[in-house]
Nanobody, 124 residues
Framework: QVQLVESGGGLVQAGDSLRVSCAASGRTFSSYTVGWFRQPPGKEREFVAVITWNSGNTLYAGSIKGRFTISRDNAKNTVYLQMNSLKAEDTAIYYC?????????????????WGQGTQVTVSS
């Protein structure tokens, strides 16, 4: 099992940058594919980015491609989401999720473990 804790959210202005982190417990974190999802106010949870467990392959949603970067530091059991050129429409609760040794998938049903989320608010 793995427990996930997100941090780093906050209130920023449009055009600013922010990095959110997902810290995981457990000694086998390197065997988990980790995804970031977000849930804007009044909307469904949506895929943002994913990084795989083995090769570190990444996949991004079209709406954030070129602005966000996902990375991982297995020595620190942490996955990061660097968000640049933030827009008001990026306002959401950001969640990280993990699944054991899966490929880069974008659907919530494929992930077994979820964090509690961190709020990101972008003012225009």
């Amino acid at each position: 099992q793995v427990q996930l804790v997100e941090s780093g959210g906050g209130l920023v202005q449009a055009g600013d940058s922010l990095r959110v982190s997902c810290a995981a417990s457990g000694r086998t974190f390197s065997s988990y594919t980790v995804g970031w999802f977000r849930q804007p106010p009044g909307k469904e949870r949506e895929f943002v980015a994913v990084i795989t467990w083995n090769s570190g392959n990444t996949l991004y949603a079209g709406s954030i491609k070129g602005r966000f970067t996902i990375s991982r530091d297995n020595a620190k059991n942490t996955v990061y989401l660097q968000m640049n050129s933030l827009k008001a429409e990026d306002t959401a609760i950001y969640y990280c999720a993990a699944a054991w040794r899966i490929r880069a998938v974008t659907t919530t049903l494929n992930y077994d473990y979820w964090g509690q989320g961190t709020q990101v608010t972008v003012s225009s």
